[in-house]
Nanobody, 125 residues
Framework: QVQLVESGGGLVQAGGSLRLSCAASGRNFRTYAMGWFRQAPGKEREFVAAISRSGHMSYYADSVKGRFTISRDNAKNTVYLQMISLIPEDTAVYYC??????????????????WGQGTQVTVSS
C-alpha cells in the first residue's frame, strides 16, 4: 500500500506561481508512474499531468501545457508539479496518484490506484 501526502497549495494572484509536492510512503515508489489531477467545485476530477516511472516521459493536459511541469525525485519518493502563469481557472483541489498501468499517460482515473487527500490551489483575479 502507498500513502500520498500533497503539500504546497495556497492562495496566489493570477500570473503567480506555486510548486506542489507529493510525498509517497513505502519502498515501491519508483515502480509507479505518477499523475496529478484536479477537481474544481461542481466539476469532475480531471487529468493535469503524468510522469513515467523513470521520470523521462511526461504528459500534460492541453489546458496546462507550457505552464505546468511535472517532475519526480525517486530518491526522495516525491513528485512535483511546478505551476507558473496561473489563471483563475486553475483554482481547484489538486491530487496526486500512483499508476501501475502502462496506460497512465491517457490520464484516465481508472488507471490510477492510490490517491492523496489533495491540496487546495486558489488563484485570484
Amino acid at each position: 500500500q502507498v500513502q500520498l501526502v500533497e503539500s504546497g497549495g495556497g492562495l496566489v494572484q493570477a500570473g503567480g506561481s506555486l510548486r506542489l509536492s507529493c510525498a509517497a510512503s513505502g519502498r515501491n515508489f519508483r515502480t509507479y508512474a505518477m499523475g496529478w489531477f484536479r477537481q474544481a467545485p461542481g466539476k469532475e476530477r480531471e487529468f493535469v499531468a503524468a510522469i513515467s516511472r523513470s521520470g523521462h516521459m511526461s504528459y500534460y493536459a492541453d489546458s496546462v501545457k507550457g505552464r505546468f511541469t511535472i517532475s519526480r525525485d525517486n530518491a526522495k519518493n516525491t513528485v512535483y508539479l511546478q505551476m507558473i502563469s496561473l489563471i483563475p481557472e486553475d483554482t481547484a483541489v489538486y491530487y496526486c496518484a500512483t499508476s501501475p498501468s502502462g496506460y497512465y499517460y491517457r490520464g484516465d482515473l481508472d488507471e490510477y490506484n492510490y490517491w492523496g487527500q489533495g491540496t487546495q490551489v486558489t488563484v485570484s483575479s
